[in-house]
């Protein structure tokens, strides 16, 4: 069982900010790609995430596939709390 972060959207949101900031300041083509805020979904199993996205709401050409995996990376490390 992993132990996650326990965060509210907003703090998440802000992680994930962080995350595409950094790949912007090494690749100039995710420029203008913007974190999405975290909704809580039901959890399937007991080592899934209560949180998704709703899609990207600014996707510069080429980093969907980066995003993807910022995402999902979060998901993993984040407890979404109210």
Avoid at 5 to 15: M, N, S, Y
Wanted: aromatic fraction near 6%; hydrophobic fraction near 35%.
């Amino acid at each position: 069982m992993t132990i996650r972060k326990r965060a509210t959207a907003e703090e998440i949101q802000a992680d994930l900010k962080a995350r595409i900031d950094g790949h912007i300041a090494r690749d100039a083509r995710f420029t203008g790609c913007e974190a999405p805020l975290p909704r809580p979904t039901r959890t399937i199993r007991d080592d899934g995430s209560n949180w998704t996205v709703d899609g990207f709401p600014v996707l510069a050409d080429g980093c969907f596939g980066t995003l993807v995996r910022l995402v999902d990376e979060a998901r993993q490390e984040y407890e979404l709390v109210s």
